[in-house]
T-cell receptor, first 115, second 115 residues
Framework: DQQVKQNSPSLSVQEGRISILNCDYT??????FLWYKKYPAEGPTFLIS?????DKNEDGRFTVFLNKSAKHLSLHIVPSQPGDSAVYFC??????????????FGQGTELSVKP | DSGVTQTPKHLITATGQRVTLRCSPR?????VYWYQQSLDQGLQFLIQ???????AKGNILERFSAQQFPDLHSELNLSSLELGDSALYFC??????????????FGEGSWLTVV
C-alpha cells in the first residue's frame, strides 16, 4: 500500500524564522514528490516539487529536500512570513502508466506564522 | 482563481439520497480528477478521466460513479448516501493524462453534509 504521512498536524513559527514541514512515505514507487498549500475556502495550490532522482530543489524562499534512504522529505521556508500561514500537504505521484496523474496526499500540517 | 469551477459549493442532504457534483475544468484541460477530503484526512484520490475515458482509479466506493462528457465537464454521482460520506469533494484538472503535479489545478471544492 502506498502511503504518505505527515505526523505533525500543526506547527507554529515566529515571523522571520525557518519553518520545517516533514513528510514520510512508505513505498519507493513514486517519481515525483510535491508540496501543496491550502488556504481556507480555497482548493490546494501547487507550491514546489522534486523528482525522485534529486535530493534538493529550491524556489525562492522554499526548498524541498528528499532523503530516499529514510523515505523522508521536508519543506523549508526561509524566512517565514505571516502570509505563509496555511495548511501544507505533502503529495507523491506513483510510477506507472495506469496511475495517470494520480497523487497520494498526506493529512496536512497547519502552519501558523506569528508576527 | 484556478479556473476549475465546481458546483454546488455547499450541499446538505439526507442519508439514503443521491447527489451529483459538477466540475468544469480549466479551458483546454483534458484530464479531470476527483478527490475526497474527510475531517482530519488528507485528500483521497477517487478517480481520473482523460478526454472522456477513465484513466486511473482510486478507492472509489461502488456507490460512487463519475463520468466526463464530450464538452469535458465531469460529474461525480454519490448514491445511497451515508453519514460518513460527509466531506469536501475537490475536482482538479490538468492538460494531459500523466500530469507531473505542477500542472494540476484544484477547484474550491463542494462541501457535502449528509444528515
Amino acid at each position: 500500500d502506498q502511503q504518505v504521512k505527515q505526523n505533525s498536524p500543526s506547527l507554529s513559527v515566529q515571523e522571520g524564522r525557518i519553518s520545517i514541514l516533514n513528510c514520510d512515505y512508505t513505498n519507493s514507487m513514486f517519481d515525483y514528490f510535491l508540496w501543496y498549500k491550502k488556504y481556507p475556502a480555497e482548493g490546494p495550490t501547487f507550491l514546489i516539487s522534486i523528482s525522485s532522482i534529486k535530493d534538493k530543489n529550491e524556489d525562492g524562499r522554499f526548498t524541498v529536500f528528499l532523503n530516499k534512504s529514510a523515505k523522508h522529505l521536508s519543506l523549508h521556508i526561509v524566512p517565514s512570513q505571516p502570509g505563509d500561514s496555511a495548511v501544507y500537504f505533502c503529495a507523491a505521484k506513483p510510477l506507472g502508466y495506469n496511475q495517470g496523474g494520480k497523487l497520494i496526499f498526506g493529512q496536512g500540517t497547519e502552519l501558523s506564522v506569528k508576527p | 482563481d484556478s479556473g476549475v469551477t465546481q458546483t454546488p459549493k455547499h450541499l446538505i442532504t439526507a442519508t439514503g439520497q443521491r447527489v451529483t457534483l459538477r466540475c468544469s475544468p480549466r479551458s483546454g484541460d483534458l484530464s479531470v480528477y476527483w478527490y475526497q477530503q474527510s475531517l482530519d484526512q488528507g485528500l483521497q484520490f477517487l478517480i481520473q478521466y482523460y478526454n472522456g475515458e477513465e484513466r486511473a482509479k482510486g478507492n472509489i466506493l461502488e456507490r460512487f460513479s463519475a463520468q466526463q462528457f464530450p464538452d469535458l465537464h465531469s460529474e461525480l454521482n454519490l448514491s445511497s448516501l451515508e453519514l460518513g460520506d460527509s466531506a469536501l469533494y475537490f475536482c482538479a484538472s490538468s492538460p494531459v493524462a500523466g500530469a507531473s503535479g505542477n500542472t494540476i489545478y484544484f477547484g474550491e471544492g463542494s462541501w457535502l453534509t449528509v444528515v
